[in-house]
């Protein structure tokens, strides 16, 4: 029994072959090279000379972008590359680390290593000042704490949300920030050990 390819599309995925409606559309081959606008059964024909499909990249193009490429290979690196997304956002959760306004400072320091290991990890960090009974009248002293945990997890950390009461607590949220990638220290080494210009192959491997 063969099922149409109409019958199968979904919203979600491109439109491939025959699925493909437009009467005209801008062709890149499976080497990355752009052939122009061609009409779409030539498109058809040059794909099945290579034994490979024709694949709706860019529908809201006018005409639409395809690409003539291995389509089981197509998905399996969309699907390959979205539960890698999935992978990371998942493993990204918050963490929260309370203190007091008197705070000592081994606790202290302890516990801004931890927010520092939690950062690096490239977690969310809630920090938290709890005050309790007659210090709610001290509420500077917590805010003091927090500016010092703003400045001791420079530049592994930014503020994301400033401090702010919410009950008894004062909380600020904390994310990793950008500069926690090593790229710093490699730009750093002398010339002799930087790696090449890689654009061009990086262009490459995104037409591919």
Do not use: W
Not at 138 to 146: M, N, P
């Amino acid at each position: 029994m063969v099922i149409s390819n109409a019958n199968v599309y979904k919203d979600d995925e491109p439109r491939v072959n025959s699925e493909i409606k437009a009467s005209e559309v801008l062709l890149i081959d499976d080497q990355g090279n752009k052939l122009g606008v061609v009409p779409t059964p030539e498109a058809l024909r040059l794909s099945e000379e290579r034994d490979l499909d024709l694949v709706e990249v860019a529908p809201q193009a006018s005409p639409p972008v395809c690409r003539i490429l291995d389509y089981g290979k197509y998905r399996f690196q969309q699907q390959k590359r979205d539960k890698d997304a999935r992978k990371k956002q998942k493993n990204q959760t918050v963490k929260e680390m309370k203190m007091r306004p008197k705070i000592d400072q081994h606790d202290y320091d302890f516990k801004v290593r931890a927010i520092k290991s939690f950062l690096q990890d490239g977690h969310r960090v809630k920090v938290s000042i709890f005050f309790r009974g007659r210090e709610m009248a001290f509420l500077d002293r917590g805010r003091e704490v927090l500016n010092r945990v703003m400045t001791d997890i420079d530049p592994l950390g930014k503020v994301e949300t400033e401090p702010r009461m919410e009950g008894a607590y004062m909380r600020m949220m904390l994310s990793p920030a950008a500069i926690v990638q090593p790229a710093k220290p490699q730009a750093e080494r002398p010339k002799t050990a930087e790696r090449p210009h890689t654009a061009e192959k990086e262009l490459s491997d995104t037409l591919n």
